[in-house]
């Protein structure tokens, strides 16, 4: 429990609590012990953070199943980010996406990296050089076992590879 309460999630499609508000959704998991006008400052910070604060200040109390798939998954981020962990987990978090929501949700996570280790899964060969730091190519084994090939800077894993398999993946021969 000790590590799970350090490491925030945000799943593939969003996944917001439908029958609790805006604002509840980013409480859920958060907020423990502070009074009313703390959590609504967290609640804030939180939002703000995910850059939805403007789009919702003035329907908090309402559903989160009114907003667009691009705001349901910022508030999830938010809700993630309210506990304060100290590593945010993404699990290819524009798939369900338009490229507009992409681009916005892209942008949101080359800001939170300046607060939070962001661990982010995706496909996206072009998302991954444009919001990473640091790369590291997995693949499945014979047996199904997911291994990893390699690792590195971004500029480098995408530029010179050092694994063959890396540079057939990268450059479309498989995959």
Known sequence: MAIRRRIGMVFQRPNPFPTLSILDNTMAHGGRGLNRRQRMEQAERALRSAALWEEVKDKLKSSPLRLSGGQQQRLCIARAIAAEPDVLLMDEPTASLDPIATAVIEELMASLC??????????????????SSVTAFMLADETGIGRLIEADATAKLFTKPS???????ISGRFG
Do not use: C, G, P, S
């Open 163 to 169: 694994d063959r398999r890396t540079e057939d993946y």
């Open 114 to 131: 300046k607060e939070f280790t962001i661990v982010a899964v995706t496909h996206n060969m072009q998302q991954a050089a444009r919001v």
